[in-house]
């Protein structure tokens, strides 16, 4: 064999692994980092990153928790109260708001 392909195949691997190392990133992309690293094989790692960057970020998948808010104290309680507990014991009726609150 040629020293010339030897170089070429050297080369050829040293690509791979640049561009396996590089598709690593896109795992907490939701491209992944499986089509992230084909896209980055074909199209070269410099397509790959604009694949990346065009990519969002994982979606969480929203949770939401009914909550209940005292306007007055601005207090969340998680359970139904018919009037805040903590302003009724001040002397005022203060009824709460149900909320919807983000979960993570
Ligand atoms: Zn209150």
Redesign the pocket.
């Known amino acids: 064999m040629e020293e010339k392909n030897l170089i070429l195949i050297a080369l050829i691997v040293l690509y791979i692994v640049i561009v396996f190392l590089f598709s690593r990133i896109g795992k907490n992309r939701e491209i992944g980092s499986r089509k992230l690293f084909w896209r980055s094989l074909f199209l070269t790692p410099v397509l790959g990153l604009a694949f990346y960057f065009s990519s969002g970020h994982r979606k969480m998948i929203p949770y939401t928790e009914r909550k209940y808010k ?6 969340v309680f998680s359970e139904e109260f018919e009037y ?4 009724e014991k001040e002397g ?1 009726k ?1 009824e709460l708001s149900p909320v919807k609150q983000f979960m993570t």
């Open positions: 005292c306007e007055r104290c601005g207090y805040c507990p903590f302003c005022f203060q």
